[in-house]
């Protein structure tokens, strides 16, 4: 997981709301889709996969690969709580249709309550890993309980294992600063400062087509580190 900065609401919304009687089912949901997808570097506002907006099946029909959901949960908001722009989130589909036990994010969460916020900056601050196993926690009894039991972020199964994808992205990571280390001083060496800072923008950076690397939360995190105890 990875703080997502919020810009401004789609202008369609904007201009649905001052409707009345505006209801949430009644907006343009493609455009909520397309500017959470842009806020968000097209991750998933938890596990931090990959998703597009849709793809097309073998049979040409459109599949939709993510879902909008709201962080407060929307069935105890209101019609205008729902129509919150900053209270929604784009996120995978979860392995939606699967056994219980095999489902993430969203489709896992249900319905209740969250602590851990990716809107809130300091929150997600409270979040570490192991960097062995690339397991997500938090010294937070509520935040881990999140991760862990809620939303299932540590869910490894026969079709993918979320803590591989992210061990998997850090060392991604650690194979280019070597290498970068070796090109600079010859041998393999210390990881200077600069070398460090230019990772780290990188990774907290989106590319030429607005999106984040896959998985880049547990990178930022152990960049954030190795640069505190400098």
């Known amino acids: 997981m990875r703080y997502i900065e919020k810009h401004a609401e789609p202008k369609s919304l904007t201009a649905y ?19 959470l997808l842009e806020d968000q570097g097209y991750l998933c506002a938890y596990c931090m996969r ?17 879902k ?26 979860g392995n ?15 319905n209740k309550i ?6 809130d900056r300091d929150m997600v601050k409270k979040i570490r890993y192991n960097t ?8 937070n009894a509520q935040i881990n309980d999140d991760l862990n039991n809620t939303l299932n972020l540590n869910y490894e199964g026969r079709d993918f294992s979320l ?17 970068a280390s070796r090109r600079k001083q010859g041998t393999q060496g210390d990881w200077r400062k600069p070398l460090l800072q230019k990772m780290l923008k990188a990774y907290e950076s989106k590319d030429a087509d607005g999106k984040y690397i896959e ?7 152990y960049l954030r580190k190795k640069l505190e105890a400098r």
């Open 132 to 139: 062995h196993t690339g397991e997500i926690l938090s010294d």
């Open 17 to 35: 709301k001052k409707q009345p009687n505006a209801y949430y089912n009644g907006c343009n949901k493609e455009d909520i889709r397309k500017r």
């Open 163 to 179: 803590p591989l994808n992210r061990r998997n992205a850090l060392e991604a990571c650690l194979t280019k600063i070597r290498a």
């Open 215 to 221: 998985y880049s939360g547990i990178v930022i995190w």
């Open 114 to 119: 969250l602590t851990v916020n990716p809107l």
């Open 50 to 66: 990959r998703i597009p907006r849709e793809i097309t099946a073998k049979d040409g029909s459109v599949v939709k690969q993510m």
């Open 68 to 93: 909008i959901e709201h962080w407060f949960p929307e069935s105890q908001c209101t019609e205008q709580q729902k129509l919150d722009f900053h209270n929604m989130l784009g996120v995978c589909m």
């Open 96 to 110: 939606d249709g699967h056994p219980y036990r095999e489902t993430t994010c969203d489709a896992h969460r249900g």
